[in-house]
């Protein structure tokens, strides 16, 4: 009897065990990952994505994918998804030892999956997964998207930017170190989950450091199953997509500050992370690494996707050898169709065509360019086009092409050209189209955003400007600038401000933020600040929540640079108003009142009707102006920025704060926090503690 007794606990316990496994698994039936393991099993995941405490509808429904399965043709009414990726970021080699044989011509190893041959030319990189560009995300509007983004870097934080998402149920995603959250220490691991709610081809890059440059950055689809354009394509694969980037021969912090002895410079770009360095000097091409193909079948029409990449300071020309591009979307809106011969694109930007492969079968080259600044250094990279069964011409062969590419004085005619940026805009008929020239194509005109009287109207002129450097190299020097060349020293301003990050996130640490303390706008400058001077502080521009507001953006560089700032808004979409460049003005006020006054939306040729575009990274003409104008509908602290990489190193930023922070949303209660400390031991000291 006692016996049989003493085993009584422990079949309560087992009991109990299946009790708590039964429950749980009626109640999260679907959210099991069967491939990663237990640590992300339903309640867990569910905790993590569902931390917006205004959320009422429940997320588990959804049943969690590996990331590739999301990857599909997208219909409605179907049950969203839940992707998963798991992302490793890590100090890795371009033409490392992962490449064995191929910088010695063995060209099988150049495809091994984890070697990144880039230029051809070995260099240290940051690399996602061992990839550079990082993994391709392709997901339907809807799904839920999770990333574990786990820090191998020694020494180096991270952060993640979902470039075209809004984040407006988790603003604390958004991937702006010292704004939206803290950033990732190395060897740790962080979650970001969020709504795949903006459909289009959309973009994610690092926001910390200059690690964009160096490798983390990648192609990032929201496809949506209602596309308007969709009668003007057969097919949508994931294979034919254009992120264009920049290289360097070397990991890019050298030029932040920078050195005497040379200046910022692309030495190669690089389509889809590949591409073949030039030596000017030795007038030698590198021959050992791959180049991108692209696979299509005659008589077919192909949605193309292109990301434009760039850290350095120019725009990029796209061109396809006797083929034409049919523009539908850009920056993930709609527009209508416009057929383009030339696609020029700056940093941050996306534009989506339609190719017909309506040409004899052969193989032709995709040729890229970088232009403006980097005209003089002549640097151009091709893919290929091929109509080739894969059959009958392995990958393989095709990216060593035989016959070489034409030289740059080769030209391929430039036909009607999108975004020259000598163009004047809003003249129909010309053979150039301007950004702000295009239509959305939306069923519905949002005319209480278009024609409405904006309820804030801001003018943001922004420049760079050369450090006094007595004045730079003195005690009072400690800021963000960066050496062009020689003693050329660099620091960018927004309104003579130039940003200064606080020491704590705004959104998830907002009970440190003490009134208006900490903050900083042109009328609002500390004491510290002398007039005519830059300032540096916390520049941040405060709008009330559903606000319309109009931004008109000042290029106010004394000379024409052939620079064209592409300046991005986080967390919203904006429409394109106004574009075009300023007549030689002496002051700031001068430029002012000519963008206010003179420049009305319908001022030239366009009908009243016209539907700007929507956008939300747009390019600003040398010496030149846009407008923009938005409905400050997403609570939170967001970013506004040039998206030139070094730009935004000097300060060329700015913080929109929407709402008051009590509208805000709020992380959940466990988010990491960071921040300084500087505790108080300076008062009298306590008495010791007894013995
Ligand atoms: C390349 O390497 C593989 C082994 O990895 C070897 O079988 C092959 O013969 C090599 N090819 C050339 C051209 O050296
Ligand atoms: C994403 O948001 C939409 C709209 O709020 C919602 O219908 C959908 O269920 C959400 N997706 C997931 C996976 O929760
Ligand atoms: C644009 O105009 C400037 C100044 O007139 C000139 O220096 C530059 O070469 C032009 N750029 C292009 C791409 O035509
Ligand atoms: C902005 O700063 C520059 C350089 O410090 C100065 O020359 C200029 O007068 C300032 N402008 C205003 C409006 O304060
Ligand atoms: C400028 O700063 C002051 C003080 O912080 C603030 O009251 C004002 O609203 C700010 N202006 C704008 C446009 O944000
Ligand atoms: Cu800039």
Redo the contacts with the bound molecule.
């Keep these: 009897m006692a016996g049989r007794c003493q085993y009584f606990p422990i079949w309560c316990l087992v009991l109990a065990v299946c009790c708590v496994f039964l429950v749980r698994h009626w109640t999260y039936p679907n959210a099991r990952l069967h491939c990663v393991g237990r640590v992300y099993e339903g309640p867990v995941l569910v905790r993590m994505v569902a931390g917006s405490h205004q959320r009422t509808e429940p997320v588990f429904q959804a049943k969690v994918y590996d990331g590739a399965e999301c990857d599909r043709v997208c219909t409605e009414n179907e049950v969203p998804r839940i992707c998963y990726f798991k992302w490793i970021a890590e100090h890795y080699a371009a033409m490392g030892s992962a490449c064995g044989d191929c910088r010695w011509g063995n060209r099988s190893h150049c495809f091994h999956p984890q070697c990144v041959t880039a230029d051809g030319m070995e260099r240290g990189v940051l690399s996602l997964n061992r990839q550079v560009p990082g993994p391709t995300i392709y997901v339907c509007k809807h799904d839920m998207i999770v990333v574990d983004l786990k820090n191998h870097m020694e020494g180096l934080e991270s952060t993640i930017h979902w470039h075209g998402i809004h984040q407006s149920d988790t603003p604390w995603m958004d991937g702006v170190p010292m704004i939206t959250q803290c950033p990732v220490p190395s060897s740790a691991t962080f979650r970001y989950a969020f709504n795949a709610s903006e459909a289009g081809t959309q973009f994610y890059h690092s926001h910390s450091g200059h690690q964009k440059a160096n490798g983390h950055y990648g192609l990032f689809v929201v496809r949506s199953p209602t596309d308007i354009n969709r009668d003007l394509y057969d097919l949508d694969l994931s294979e034919h997509h254009i992120i264009i980037s920049d290289w360097t021969l070397d990991l890019v912090e050298k030029f932040v500050p920078g050195l005497q002895s040379s200046t910022v410079q692309m030495d190669s770009i690089l389509i889809n992370g590949r591409g073949r360095h030039y030596d000017e000097e030795e007038k030698e091409l590198q021959i050992q690494a791959p180049l991108t193909v692209y696979r299509v079948k005659k008589g077919l029409r192909y949605r193309f996707r292109l990301i434009s990449s760039g850290s350095q300071f120019c725009p990029f020309q796209l061109q396809i050898e006797k083929h034409r591009m049919q523009l539908i979307s850009t920056d993930g809106g709609a527009v209508k169709p416009k057929m383009i011969d030339t696609l020029i694109s700056t940093s941050g930007e996306r534009y989506d065509f339609v190719l017909s492969a309506d040409q004899e079968p052969g193989n032709y080259w995709v040729r890229v360019r970088a232009?403006?600044f980097c005209?003089i250094d002549r640097r151009e990279e091709f893919a290929i086009l091929s109509y080739a069964d894969e059959r009958s011409v392995s990958n393989e062969e095709l990216a060593y092409p035989k016959p070489r590419p034409p030289t740059w004085d080769a030209r391929f005619p430039s036909g009607t050209v999108l975004n020259?940026?000598?163009a004047t805009c809003y003249v129909p008929d010309d053979d150039d189209l301007c950004v702000a020239d295009l239509e959305a194509y939306e069923s519905h005109r949002d005319d209480s955003l278009i024609d409405a009287a904006p309820d804030k109207q801001f003018r943001i002129l922004f420049n760079t400007f050369t450090a006094d450097p007595n004045i730079l190299f003195s005690d009072q020097g400690y800021v963000r600038y960066m050496t062009v060349v020689l003693t050329l020293n660099n620091i960018g301003v927004t309104n003579n401000i130039s940003m200064v990050f606080p020491d704590f996130p705004l959104l998830t640490q907002p009970e440190q933020i003490t009134g208006d303390t900490p903050f900083c706008n042109e009328t609002h400058k500390p004491a510290s600040c002398k007039p005519h001077r830059a300032c540096f502080c916390l520049h941040r521009l405060k709008v009330a929540l559903n606000d319309v507001v109009e931004m008109s953006l000042i290029d106010d560089a004394e000379v024409?640079r052939?620079l064209y700032h592409p300046f991005h808004l986080h967390g919203h979409r904006f429409i394109v108003t106004g574009m075009g460049q300023l007549p030689v003005l002496r002051t700031a006020d001068e430029k002012i009142d000519f963008v206010a006054r003179r420049v009305t939306r319908h001022i030239r040729t366009m009908p009243p009707s016209h539907n700007p575009p929507y956008k939300d990274t747009v390019s600003v003409p040398?010496r030149g102006y846009t407008k923009i104008r938005f409905r400050a509908d997403n609570p939170g602290f967001w970013l506004v920025h040039c998206h030139f990489e070094w730009h935004l190193g000097i300060g060329m930023s700015f913080v929109l704060q929407v709402g008051e922070v009590e509208q805000m949303k709020r992380a959940p209660d466990d988010f990491p926090r960071c921040g300084s400390y500087k505790p108080d031991v300076f008062s009298p000291a306590r008495p010791p503690p007894a013995l």
Excluded: R
């Design positions: 232009i403006g005209n020259n940026p000598n024409i052939d040398s």
